[in-house]
């Protein structure tokens, strides 16, 4: 780089710099998303416990279900979008969702 532009001093480009400065939020945030992945398990018995209805109700459970998924799937990008965050964020949206159900419909039968 010297050689091809004398006198001009060596940056970061604006991403790595970013990435680096945030290396240890981010690791932070990779442990907090850790933890909440540990409180959502358990959507695999309740698609199990649905499998082969196709009654409302089951159609419902599995639309939850494959959101929680796909909040679980979703990784983040360094250094902007942090995947902890964003699940928490994602997750906090499908409780507001099914409170919202449940104060429509009362509360729903255990399948």
């Given amino acids: ?12 480009c604006q991403y790595h710099y970013l990435k680096q400065a945030v290396g240890p939020a981010w690791e932070a945030d990779r442990h907090a998303k850790k933890e ?7 959507i695999r018995p309740l698609e199990r416990a649905v499998a082969g209805r196709e009654d409302e109700e089951a159609h419902i459970v599995r639309g939850y ?6 909040a679980l799937a979703d990784e983040g990008k360094a ?3 942090p ?3 964003h699940l928490h964020e994602r ?3 499908i409780d507001a969702s099914l ?3 449940e104060q ?6 255990n399948p």
Wanted: net charge positive; with cysteine.
């Fill in 36 to 42: 909440l992945k540990k409180r959502v398990r358990g």
């Fill in 99 to 101: 409170a919202r159900a």
């Fill in 91 to 93: 997750l906090q949206a």
């Fill in 65 to 70: 279900c494959a959101a929680v998924r796909g």
């Fill in 1 to 12: 780089m010297a050689k091809v532009f004398p006198g001009v001093p060596h940056q970061l």
């Fill in 79 to 81: 250094p902007l979008e």
């Fill in 83 to 85: 995947g902890g965050l």
């Fill in 104 to 109: 429509k419909r009362g509360a729903c039968r």
